[in-house]
């Protein structure tokens, strides 16, 4: 964690930190065998908008352990511009929505909710986890729906269970109402 704070706090243009960190936690990921700190590297390597970055992570989409891959998921941001996934990265967070982890695929789920590409092969697949049995992975697919503009949100936040007593609010579930009121211009 240490480590990862020049990077983190440095508001400058120029990144000074960047390139040597990246360097140090690329290294350090195809050597580290601790669980804990493995994950750890990999969330300070998503922090790293290169493609060497994502290249290091995608190397750990199919590790055994969910934390790990679950650190992946959040890590394959896009860093291009226009920001869309590349290929690998594309293929690696299709592969992550349908682990059998609920929260790696809700993680998988989060990371292309949140980005601007707009595939529609994404969509499908948010849609797909509608019928998901984790209720709080459902819950980030009509999220990444409403937000991608997608019309199978409203349906999806209709069709959820009800949340289990003493769930605080599923804000992202306002992502629906916000989705409608585009749709209808108000």
């Given at each position: 964690?240490?480590?990862?704070l020049?990077?983190?706090f440095?508001?400058?243009?120029e990144?000074a930190f960047a390139?040597?960190?990246?360097?140090?936690?690329?290294?350090?990921?195809?050597?580290?065998?601790?669980l804990?700190?493995?994950?750890?590297?990999?969330?300070?390597?998503?922090?790293?908008?290169?493609?060497r970055?994502?290249?290091a992570?995608?190397?750990?989409?199919g590790?055994?352990?969910?934390?790990v891959?679950?650190a992946?998921?959040?890590?394959?941001?896009?860093?291009?511009?226009?920001p869309?996934?590349?290929?690998?990265?594309?293929e690696?967070l299709?592969?992550l929505?349908?682990d059998?982890?609920?929260v790696?695929?809700?993680?998988a789920c989060?990371t292309?909710?949140?980005g601007r590409d707009?595939d529609l092969?994404f969509?499908?697949a948010?849609?797909a986890?509608?019928?998901?049995?984790?209720?709080?992975?459902q819950?980030?697919?009509?999220?990444g729906?409403?937000?991608?503009?997608?019309?199978r949100?409203?349906?999806?936040?209709?069709?959820?269970?009800p949340?289990?007593?003493?769930?605080?609010?599923?804000h992202?579930?306002?992502a629906?109402?916000r989705?409608?009121?585009?749709?209808?211009?108000?």
């Amino acid at each position: 964690m240490v480590l990862r704070l020049p990077h983190l706090f440095d508001d400058s243009d120029e990144d000074a930190f960047a390139g040597p960190a990246l360097d140090l936690f690329t290294d350090w990921s195809t050597e580290e065998e601790d669980l804990a700190v493995l994950t750890e590297v990999l969330v300070a390597l998503g922090e790293h908008s290169d493609p060497r970055a994502d290249a290091a992570l995608l190397g750990y989409v199919g590790h055994p352990d969910a934390q790990v891959r679950c650190a992946v998921a959040r890590g394959l941001v896009p860093w291009s511009e226009p920001p869309v996934f590349s290929g690998d990265v594309r293929e690696a967070l299709l592969v992550l929505m349908t682990d059998p982890d609920a929260v790696v695929r809700r993680s998988a789920c989060f990371t292309v909710a949140q980005g601007r590409d707009r595939d529609l092969v994404f969509a499908d697949a948010m849609a797909a986890l509608l019928d998901d049995a984790d209720r709080q992975v459902q819950v980030v697919a009509v999220y990444g729906l409403a937000l991608h503009d997608d019309e199978r949100c409203v349906d999806g936040a209709r069709r959820l269970p009800p949340a289990p007593p003493d769930t605080p609010h599923e804000h992202e579930l306002d992502a629906v109402w916000r989705y409608e009121r585009r749709r209808d211009g108000l």
